[in-house]
């Protein structure tokens, strides 16, 4: 028995054009899906920003007791002008912070526009492990009164902003 094969001869020739159907309704299925996970993929971060208020500087109350800690931009921390080393920034902060009520506690941070950032959130964690309360960012340099320098007992005092929750 001899079977030959038979070919069939196709009655068009074969098509090398891409079929783009498929294609497109691959585009526009990942097209909606991307539109509706995009807006979850957002989050905030709730940022609390202070009323900002015009005061002349020279009506500014000098509060001796105010903490500030300053970041230069080599990464020098100093607290209240009084250059600290980095190893002996949270134990000089805890031993400022310990004398005062928990509500009191209240450290402002003021970082130079080129200071490193990873640097200026070890202060916030030095910060808190101290014991701070409030921490407050400061967006202009604060002026300091001088050392010894007697504080008006009829300034009125800024107002402490609020905790975070």
Do not use: C, W
């Not at 800690?69 to 080393?85: C, F, H, M, R």
């Not at 959130?121 to 808190?128: L, N, P």
């Amino acid at each position: 028995m001899s079977t030959k094969r038979k070919f069939v001869k196709a009655a068009t020739p074969p098509n090398s054009d891409i079929n783009v159907t498929p294609l497109v309704d691959v585009v526009l299925v990942l097209l909606i899906i991307f539109m509706v996970v995009t807006p979850l993929l957002e989050k905030d971060i709730e940022v609390r920003i202070p009323e900002t208020e015009e005061t002349p500087i020279e009506q500014m109350p000098q509060d001796n007791t105010q903490l500030i800690v300053k970041l230069d931009a080599d990464g020098t921390y100093s607290i209240n002008t009084e250059v600290v080393q980095k190893d002996e920034y949270v134990n000089k902060l805890r031993r400022m912070l310990t004398p005062k009520k928990k509500e009191d506690r209240i450290v402002f941070f003021v970082a130079d526009d080129k200071a490193n950032y990873g640097l200026l959130v070890a202060a916030f964690d030095g910060a808190k492990q101290a014991g701070a309360f409030v921490l407050g960012m400061a967006t202009e340099d604060i002026p300091l009164a001088p050392a010894g320098a007697p504080v008006d007992p009829n300034a009125v005092p800024a107002p402490a902003p609020a905790p975070a929750p």
